[in-house]
């Protein structure tokens, strides 16, 4: 299967994992939350939303469960980049 030229949505995710394409996926800290790429072969594929635009999560529990559930277990995560919890005005959690 071919993925996309540049992107890659939900239903053809769905369709390269089935196939056994997908080689890895990172989830990645953004200033909106949570973003996900996928990984083929040696190409990188940000997941977009419906609506278009980086598909983002508040959480990252939440893109976790989102993987999981498409069956993708293993993930790198990338937490360098400031993420929504760390915007001015709003305090980090601690735990």
């Known amino acids: ?18 196939t056994g394409v997908v080689t890895g996926a990172l989830l990645v800290a ?3 939350g949570w973003a996900c790429v996928i990984q083929v072969r040696r190409t990188h ?24 559930q498409l069956g993708i277990t293993e993930f790198r995560v990338d937490a360098r980049r ?8 709003r305090m980090p959690a601690h735990g």
Request: proline residues 11%; hydrophobic residues 30%; glycine residues 6%.
């Open 30 to 32: 953004e200033p909106d």
């Open 45 to 68: 594929y940000p997941l977009v939303a419906k609506r278009g635009g980086v598909r983002h999560w508040s959480k990252m529990e939440s893109a976790t469960r989102y993987l999981r």
């Open 1 to 18: 299967m071919n993925p996309p030229s540049d992107t890659v949505d939900h239903a053809t995710l769905q369709r390269m994992n089935a």
């Open 82 to 89: 400031p993420h929504s919890a760390a915007r001015p005005g």
